[in-house]
Each structure stands twice: as structure tokens, then as C-alpha cells.
């Protein structure tokens, strides 16, 4: 298996629930990257991770959080969401320090917050 | 605060014809990004533009990189319905700080 690998590919949660969110790179890279893709608003970083290392949180409400526990995998765990937080979520990943920073995304998982 | 445009945000064309999809942003960077998105499907790198005056061509689609003008360019030749998805440019200064165009919406129609 190669590539970015996100499951589940589909989630349907009620506002009360909790769940998570899994990404998987077999590409030997270190860096990961959680984006959310809404159909009003460009592409949103959330969040980055280096070497297993948050680098950066672009204010993300704290009902998201991220897990990563070794360089290829990252988790998004999700807790008492809003509605507006449906969304696709796409994990992406890249070289890291010294690359082009060209991200490689998995094929994302499709967030519907009842 | 690093911002990026593109336009048009939809684009419908007929085969067979050229069209230029143009993404500006706001500040200093040297790495640009070129990105395809079919429907329910995730992004697919296509071009990575690193330098001023950088020009990457695949098939129809040719990139160029105006870094002082802070403008990239995506030009389709010859358009077939296959090229029917939303493009989006993305703008990097390091790994942790890409921001991404609104995208645009091409379809190509007989």
C-alpha cells in the first residue's frame, strides 16, 4: 500500500458523540497535515505536525484534537462538534525541512455533524 | 498576512479552446503550487514551481511563476472534458505556512 490512506472515508456523528479520525502515509515522510475543506471557504489549514512535533495550531477550536504518535500516523479526535463543522477533512503529508514542500493528500474523510 | 486569488473561480469552455487561470497573492514567496480536484476526490499534485520564471508543462497544461509580479498563470491548450475539475494554486513561504487559492472550477464542454 502506498500513499496518503484516511479512514473512515464517511462519518456521521451527532453533536454529543466521539469520534476520531485516522491517517495513515507510507511515503517515508515527516511531516503531516490536517486540513478541513468547507464548500463556502478556501482550504483551511489545521494543523501541522514535524517529526511527531505540533508546529503549528491555526486557532482551531479545541473540540479538534490531533494525535500523532509516530511519524506515519496522524489522528484527528473529534467531541461535542457543531453542525458547521461538517466538512471534508484531508490529512495530507511532506518531506519535510530541505523539500519542496509539495504535500501529498490522502483521499479524505467526509464529516456530516448531525 | 499571506492572501491568494484566483480567477476565474468557474471557468466553462468549449473543447478544442485555450484559457488562463491566474493566481495572485499578497506577499513575498518562491514556491508555488498547482493542485487538481475531481469531484468527492482528494488533491493531486501537478506542478511545483520553486524560482522565478519557472515554467513546468504536462500535456495541455503549462504553469509559469512570476515571483516579482506575485503571479502564477495555468494555461490550458486545446481543452478536453477530461480537464473538467477545480484547480486550485497554493502559495508557500516554508512547509508549515501554505495557503490555498479559493480554486477554480473548470468544465469543458463538447
Known amino acids: 500500500e502506498t500513499g496518503v490512506t484516511q479512514t473512515p472515508r464517511h462519518l456521521v456523528m451527532g453533536m454529543t458523540n466521539k469520534k476520531s479520525l485516522k491517517c495513515e502515509q507510507h511515503?517515508?515522510?515527516?511531516?503531516m497535515y490536517w486540513y478541513k475543506q468547507s464548500a463556502k471557504k478556501p482550504l483551511e489549514l489545521m494543523f501541522v505536525?514535524?517529526?511527531?512535533?505540533?508546529?503549528e495550531n491555526n486557532s482551531v477550536p479545541s473540540r479538534f484534537s490531533p494525535e500523532c504518535p509516530n511519524s506515519s500516523h496522524l489522528f484527528l479526535h473529534l467531541h461535542t462538534l457543531q453542525p458547521e463543522d461538517s466538512a471534508l477533512y484531508l490529512c495530507a503529508s511532506s518531506p519535510g525541512q530541505g523539500g519542496t514542500g509539495e504535500l501529498f493528500f490522502g483521499e479524505g474523510s467526509r464529516l456530516t455533524v448531525l | 498576512e499571506l492572501k491568494v486569488e484566483q480567477n476565474p473561480l468557474f471557468l466553462s469552455m468549449q473543447e478544442g479552446k485555450n484559457y488562463t487561470i491566474y493566481c495572485n497573492y499578497s506577499?513575498?514567496?518562491?514556491?508555488l503550487y498547482w493542485y487538481r480536484q475531481d469531484p468527492g476526490k482528494s488533491l493531486e499534485s501537478l506542478f511545483v514551481?520553486?524560482?522565478?520564471?519557472a515554467v513546468k508543462q504536462e500535456g495541455r497544461l503549462m504553469a509559469s511563476l512570476d515571483t516579482k509580479a506575485r503571479l502564477s498563470t495555468l494555461h490550458i491548450t486545446a481543452a478536453v472534458h477530461d480537464l473538467s475539475a477545480t484547480y486550485f494554486c497554493a502559495v508557500g513561504n516554508n512547509n508549515n505556512d501554505m495557503r490555498f487559492g479559493a480554486g477554480t472550477r473548470l468544465t469543458v464542454k463538447p
Open positions: 514551481l520553486l524560482s522565478n520564471g
Open positions: 505536525y514535524s517529526l511527531e512535533e505540533r508546529v
Open positions: 511515503l517515508g515522510h515527516n511531516a
Open positions: 506577499t513575498t514567496s518562491d514556491r
